[in-house]
């Protein structure tokens, strides 16, 4: 509870009246100092029992229209403050403060002494990508004589993820033909992907006819079915792959970007039918992040924290560098020298720094990834594997390790080709698109395994485009 300016002035004039009475002897001066300072107590008394009834009576709700939005896009918070008619009267002052890197525009609201309830709209405008948790409004409350103010924060902490605005749309299919996702088309205030997964699975007799899936059928010999929704709880196991190989590609499209954004709307799709899901993301040297698959809320969050950040891991240098373990008895005996020089209060820091890896990984690191995950998929699962085409060996030993079992594996894959420089030649562009394209088809013959390109739609289009406006080429 702190005084306010009309509470300093009370107690000024009762100094003055002190002064005076002592200065003139005056008793009747002494008794109008005893009865102020009995006016203060009494206020504070009245402040204090009104501020813990308010205190206890307030309801206060504070919202966001959407969860997500893009970078430097506005989006709508609602606050709204509300009190039992039957407390003492109080003003309330309700206002929002903004976490680093958003900014929150908005007058917040105020409750008058004669009002029990009252809203407020507020824009929230985020500067930067990333997960940000709004802090509770902070309340002020003012006694109804004027001469306290209580300040109290209350109320829920809503989030709101930041995503990068794509510039190109993504393009996931198969052969160039777009099959099983549809990016870029949201509503304003519903940014982020959507991606809708379609498993591939045997015909069973007296099924009906029209859920066959032909295309399929023809390429394996076999009718087989696209099941488009899970019929129970299935536990899915994303492994991204993030390594410095990723970074190729333009701002917005690189082909770590991609793999986020897919791998985002996986989870996403998991998340609305409630299964569990499971991140596993692999950079140059081992794994980077871990999380074992969960259907619950704090899951999820970690999972699309942790992929909104994924960038390309940085290239391991040609020199030999120190272990994690090294490091840290250096930077133990930097911190323990005795006595501390500049030499050592500059260099422990360096030495103490985290180690980003989980795990480190000598040898192939995503394939070995594959092995460590594919025992926690379990039978039905699906097993997801988001990558470059940089190591078609490695990938193919990936994909041999992933559908031991009964597992479906699905392989998403960044043609080199199309997220290379635009220096390079068509013709030998176009070229690369076509030994990726075999390669693609190669791991799609196995009826565990679903291969997808990923890549910037707008270049895959334009470069078959000018392939089918100059049929020469092919003759050539």
């Given at each position: 509870m702190r005084p306010t300016p009309r509470f300093w002035a009370t107690v000024g004039v009762g100094l003055v009246l002190s002064l005076l009475a002592v200065a003139a002897q005056n008793v009747r001066l002494v008794y109008a100092v005893a009865a102020l300072g009995a006016w203060v107590f009494v206020t504070a008394l009245v402040a204090t029992r009104t501020f813990l009834a308010q205190g206890d009576a307030l309801t206060v709700e504070y919202a966001l229209a959407a969860e997500t939005t893009l970078v430097e896009t506005p989006a709508t918070a609602t606050l709204a403050v509300t009190r039992s008619a039957t407390h003492p009267a109080c003003r309330i002052t309700a206002t929002c403060a903004s976490p680093p890197g958003v900014t929150i525009d908005g007058d917040g609201l105020t409750v008058a002494a004669t009002e029990t309830t009252d809203t407020a709209t507020l824009t929230v405008t985020p500067a930067v990508v990333g997960t940000f948790a709004l802090p509770q409004?902070?309340?002020?409350?003012?006694?109804?004589?004027?001469?306290?103010?209580?300040?109290?924060?209350?109320?829920?902490?809503?989030?709101?993820?930041?995503?990068?605005?794509?510039?190109?749309?993504l393009h996931v299919g198969q052969g160039g033909q777009s099959q099983v996702a549809v990016y870029g088309e949201h509503k304003a205030d519903q940014a982020g992907p959507g991606l809708l997964l379609r498993e591939l699975r045997q015909y069973q007799p007296g099924e009906p006819a029209d859920r066959i899936d032909w295309k399929a059928t023809a390429r394996l010999g076999d009718p087989y079915v696209r099941e488009t929704e899970a019929?129970?709880?299935?536990?899915?196991?994303?492994?991204?792959?993030?390594?410095?190989?990723?970074?190729?590609?333009?701002?917005?499209?690189?082909?770590?970007?991609?793999?986020?954004?897919?791998?985002?709307?996986?989870?996403?799709?998991?998340?609305?039918?409630?299964?569990?899901?499971?991140?596993?993301?692999?950079?140059?040297?081992?794994?980077?992040?871990?999380?074992?698959?969960?259907?619950?809320?704090?899951?999820?969050?970690?999972?699309?924290?942790?992929?909104?950040?994924?960038?390309?891991?940085?290239?391991?240098?040609?020199?030999?560098?120190?272990?994690?373990?090294?490091?840290?008895?250096?930077?133990?005996?930097?911190?323990?020298?005795?006595?501390?020089?500049?030499?050592?209060?500059?260099?422990?820091?360096?030495?103490?720094?985290?180690?980003?890896?989980?795990?480190?990984?000598?040898?192939?690191?995503?394939?070995?990834?594959?092995?460590?995950?594919?025992?926690?998929?379990?039978?039905?699962?699906?097993?997801?594997?988001?990558?470059?085409?940089?190591?078609?060996?490695?990938?193919?030993?990936?994909?041999?390790?992933?559908?031991?079992?009964?597992?479906?594996?699905?392989?998403?894959?960044?043609?080199?080709?199309?997220?290379?420089?635009?220096?390079?030649?068509?013709?030998?562009?176009?070229?690369?698109?076509?030994?990726?394209?075999?390669?693609?088809?190669?791991?799609?013959?196995?009826?565990?395994?679903?291969?997808?390109?990923?890549?910037?739609?707008?270049?895959?289009?334009?470069?078959?485009?000018?392939?089918?406006?100059?049929?020469?080429?092919?003759?050539?």
């Amino acid at each position: 509870m702190r005084p306010t300016p009309r509470f300093w002035a009370t107690v000024g004039v009762g100094l003055v009246l002190s002064l005076l009475a002592v200065a003139a002897q005056n008793v009747r001066l002494v008794y109008a100092v005893a009865a102020l300072g009995a006016w203060v107590f009494v206020t504070a008394l009245v402040a204090t029992r009104t501020f813990l009834a308010q205190g206890d009576a307030l309801t206060v709700e504070y919202a966001l229209a959407a969860e997500t939005t893009l970078v430097e896009t506005p989006a709508t918070a609602t606050l709204a403050v509300t009190r039992s008619a039957t407390h003492p009267a109080c003003r309330i002052t309700a206002t929002c403060a903004s976490p680093p890197g958003v900014t929150i525009d908005g007058d917040g609201l105020t409750v008058a002494a004669t009002e029990t309830t009252d809203t407020a709209t507020l824009t929230v405008t985020p500067a930067v990508v990333g997960t940000f948790a709004l802090p509770q409004p902070t309340l002020r409350l003012e006694g109804p004589l004027g001469y306290f103010t209580e300040t109290i924060t209350r109320g829920p902490t809503p989030t709101i993820d930041v995503v990068a605005e794509t510039p190109e749309t993504l393009h996931v299919g198969q052969g160039g033909q777009s099959q099983v996702a549809v990016y870029g088309e949201h509503k304003a205030d519903q940014a982020g992907p959507g991606l809708l997964l379609r498993e591939l699975r045997q015909y069973q007799p007296g099924e009906p006819a029209d859920r066959i899936d032909w295309k399929a059928t023809a390429r394996l010999g076999d009718p087989y079915v696209r099941e488009t929704e899970a019929e129970t709880d299935r536990r899915t196991a994303l492994v991204v792959d993030h390594g410095s190989h990723m970074r190729h590609g333009d701002d917005g499209t690189t082909m770590v970007a991609a793999a986020s954004e897919v791998a985002l709307g996986i989870a996403q799709q998991a998340a609305t039918i409630g299964d569990p899901v499971g991140l596993w993301t692999v950079g140059d040297e081992g794994l980077t992040t871990a999380i074992e698959p969960a259907a619950t809320p704090r899951t999820r969050r970690r999972i699309r924290q942790r992929l909104l950040g994924l960038t390309p891991t940085a290239a391991t240098a040609a020199t030999v560098g120190r272990s994690p373990s090294v490091a840290r008895r250096y930077a133990a005996e930097l911190a323990d020298a005795e006595p501390r020089s500049a030499f050592a209060e500059t260099l422990q820091p360096y030495f103490a720094a985290s180690d980003p890896y989980v795990h480190r990984l000598r040898e192939a690191p995503f394939v070995e990834t594959v092995r460590q995950v594919h025992p926690s998929v379990g039978e039905g699962g699906l097993l997801v594997l988001v990558t470059s085409d940089h190591d078609r060996v490695g990938i193919r030993e990936a994909v041999r390790i992933a559908v031991q079992g009964t597992a479906h594996v699905f392989v998403f894959l960044a043609p080199t080709a199309l997220y290379a420089t635009t220096d390079a030649m068509e013709t030998a562009r176009y070229d690369g698109y076509v030994g990726f394209e075999t390669f693609r088809k190669q791991l799609d013959r196995h009826p565990q395994v679903t291969a997808f390109e990923i890549a910037p739609k707008a270049r895959l289009d334009a470069l078959l485009a000018a392939r089918r406006a100059d049929p020469t080429e092919d003759a050539a």
